[in-house]
């Protein structure tokens, strides 16, 4: 085992622990139905991703669609709880903090077998004109590096734990600390994380657990998704993340590959109410499926509502393969989810906010917690027949797992327990004009189109509504560089730390 102190919110797919997925995952994936080619809007869809027309022009360079929403959780007892007077942490949501996340692609190369590879950049820029809260404000805070530290050490030697409780006890580092906003956010350290790092750079390489920082603080990753004419079904999901078809995170094979999964930005084409979608944000160290809720209308079309399953972070109901545990550690409660192994076996994880769905162990454990399925579950509207996602809310909850200690007599009351430290929303805000058109004429207008002189007459509207739309977007680069990020069941790629 290793340590890294690299913190951050915790979001995807393949077998959730309590849905399996069909074990030929690669094979069910490939087999593209002959019926899609012959749709009337199967060619036009065919060109959404070629260089200079409208689609690939909105992907590339994207619009500010997407707000960040974090919300700290503050401790509001921390010295009754520290003196015994109380046995359970008192927590006070603090926020919305609001940030904008921009996406720049770039390097795209479209490879001969059908795929395009490309690397996403993930930034985020905070909006005080949006936001009630001062970054200077204080809260109290969970100390990560010596609560998060002792836990990941539950199981070390006598002799480790009694070095590690002498440097404690020099540098004073408390159990729980106070902190302004902006640190907790993107400045978070403590001395005895420093001297750590010092200690054991290979083990410790960052000395800033903020909480945006982690997420963003190298937000870059090379993505190749399928595309192509024989893809439809296929179209922008994912064949390999950095370079592997694997997190490489997991034991098993199907719980860790990315195969078939989508960072949000589209989904595939022609979307049946069957179908499950399969979506992954880094973050959450695992692909999370979405499943069919309800018909939606929006800007004149029928969408698709899917939405995260409230069983996502579950252990397995039958006794089955915990897929999302590392057999050293002891098994989580339901509704809690270990990412441990994408933040270098830091005790971290991932949960619905206010642990909604959670076994009620874990949230009467603490104090302040009010879930609200309205206000904490995940979705997505999709309009079915493009893939393309017309807004989405998609929110985890980033918490510390504490672990049976013991030897460290200052921080013992600690054990067992799961504290939350924040939640993120990404919402999606909306489409450009000229996308929602483009969609509007693909899945009304196009479909009726029967007579060649119609065809002509609305292939030369679809011309002359390209021309445009092109004149806009080169009207957009010379204002700004923007970027986009669109659904994103909870994180991004790199930041600007405001």
Same mark, same amino acid.
């Given at each position: 085992?290793r340590?890294?102190p690299?913190?951050g919110?915790l979001n995807?797919l ?7 997925y069909?074990c030929s ?9 002959p019926?899609?080619n012959?749709?009337?809007t ?5 060109l ?9 022009d909105?992907w590339y360079t994207?619009?500010d669609?997407?707000?960040l ?5 503050n ?5 009754e709880?520290?003196n015994g007077?109380?046995t ?9 903090l ?8 770039s ?5 001969d077998?059908g795929?395009?590879t490309y690397v ?10 949006m936001?009630?809260?001062?970054l ?7 100390n990560l590096a010596v ?6 050490l539950?199981?070390a030697s006598?002799?480790?734990k009694?070095?590690f409780?002498?440097?404690m006890?020099?540098?004073?580092s ?7 906003v902006?640190?907790?956010l ?7 994380l420093?001297?750590?790092r ?7 390489p960052d000395?800033?657990m903020g909480?945006l ?8 990753d090379e993505?190749?998704v399928f595309m ?15 370079g592997?078809?694997r997190l490489?995170?997991w034991?098993n094979?199907t719980?860790?590959s990315?195969y078939g999964?989508?960072?949000?930005v589209?989904y ?6 069957n179908d499950?979608l399969r979506?992954?944000?880094?973050t959450?160290c695992?692909?999370?499926?979405l499943n069919?809720?309800?018909d939606?209308?929006k800007l004149?079309?029928?969408?698709y509502r899917?939405e995260?399953?409230?069983n996502?972070?579950?252990?397995p ?6 897929c999302?545990?590392?057999p050293?550690l002891?098994?989580?409660p339901?509704g809690v ?18 642990f909604?769905?959670?076994?009620p ?9 009010e879930p ?5 579950g995940?979705? $997505?509207?999709v ?7 017309m807004?989405s809310?998609?929110? *985890?909850q /980033?918490? &510390?797992v504490?672990?049976?200690i013991?030897g460290?007599p200052?921080i013992?009351?600690?054990s067992?327990m799961?504290?939350?430290?924040f939640?993120a929303e990404?919402?999606?805000v909306?489409l450009p004009?000229y996308?929602?058109?483009?969609m509007y004429?693909?899945v009304?207008?196009?479909p009726k189109?029967q ?8 292939l ?6 390209v $021309?445009?739309v092109r004149r806009e977007?080169a ?7 923007? *970027?986009? /990020?669109? &659904?994103?069941?909870l ?8």
């Amino acid at each position: 085992m290793r340590f890294s102190p690299t913190a951050g919110p915790l979001n995807a797919l393949c077998l959730t622990q309590s849905v399996k997925y069909p074990c030929s995952l690669r094979s069910a994936l490939s087999n593209e139905d002959p019926s899609y080619n012959n749709r009337p809007t199967a060619n036009v869809l065919r060109l959404k991703m070629v260089r200079g027309l409208p689609a690939f022009d909105w992907w590339y360079t994207p619009p500010d669609e997407v707000l960040l929403r974090v919300y700290i959780f503050n401790i509001t007892n921390s010295e009754e709880f520290l003196n015994g007077s109380h046995t359970k942490l008192h927590f006070q949501e603090i926020g919305p903090l609001v940030f904008r996340e921009k996406l720049r692609h770039s390097n795209v190369v479209f490879n001969d077998n059908g795929t395009m590879t490309y690397v996403a950049h993930r930034t985020a820029h905070f909006l005080p004109e949006m936001t009630n809260i001062n970054l200077s404000a204080e809260v109290i805070q969970p100390n990560l590096a010596v609560l998060g530290m002792s836990s990941y050490l539950w199981d070390a030697s006598f002799f480790t734990k009694m070095g590690f409780n002498v440097l404690m006890n020099r540098l004073d580092s408390k159990p729980i600390v106070k902190l302004t906003v902006n640190q907790t956010l993107w400045n978070l350290t403590d001395p005895l994380l420093q001297v750590a790092r010092v200690m054991a750079p290979n083990l410790v390489p960052d000395d800033n657990m903020g909480f945006l920082h982690q997420i963003y603080h190298n937000f870059k990753d090379e993505v190749t998704v399928f595309m192509g004419p024989e893809n439809s079904r296929r179209f922008f999901t994912m064949e390999h993340f950095n370079g592997s078809p694997r997190l490489n995170h997991w034991r098993n094979e199907t719980c860790d590959s990315i195969y078939g999964a989508t960072e949000g930005v589209a989904y595939h084409q022609f979307i049946t109410k069957n179908d499950t979608l399969r979506y992954f944000r880094k973050t959450m160290c695992r692909v999370t499926p979405l499943n069919y809720k309800c018909d939606v209308e929006k800007l004149g079309m029928t969408a698709y509502r899917f939405e995260l399953p409230p069983n996502i972070f579950n252990r397995p109901a039958d006794g089955g393969e915990e897929c999302f545990n590392q057999p050293h550690l002891p098994y989580l409660p339901s509704g809690v989810s270990d990412v441990s192994p994408c933040y270098f076996d830091f005790p971290l994880a991932s949960s619905f906010p206010h642990f909604l769905n959670a076994d009620p162990s874990v949230r009467d454990s603490v104090k302040g917690m009010e879930p609200n399925a309205d206000k904490h579950g995940s979705f $997505v509207i999709v309009e079915p027949t493009t893939g393309v996602p017309m807004e989405s809310r998609a929110r *985890s909850q /980033s918490n &510390l797992v504490v672990r049976q200690i013991t030897g460290f007599p200052r921080i013992e009351r600690f054990s067992n327990m799961i504290i939350p430290m924040f939640w993120a929303e990404y919402n999606q805000v909306g489409l450009p004009w000229y996308i929602s058109g483009l969609m509007y004429f693909t899945v009304m207008i196009l479909p009726k189109i029967q007579a060649p002189g119609s065809f002509a007459m609305a292939l030369l509207g679809l011309i002359l509504l390209v $021309v445009v739309v092109r004149r806009e977007i080169a009207h957009r680069k010379k204002r700004t560089l923007s *970027s986009y /990020s669109s &659904l994103d069941l909870l994180p991004s790629t790199s930041s600007q730390e405001s």
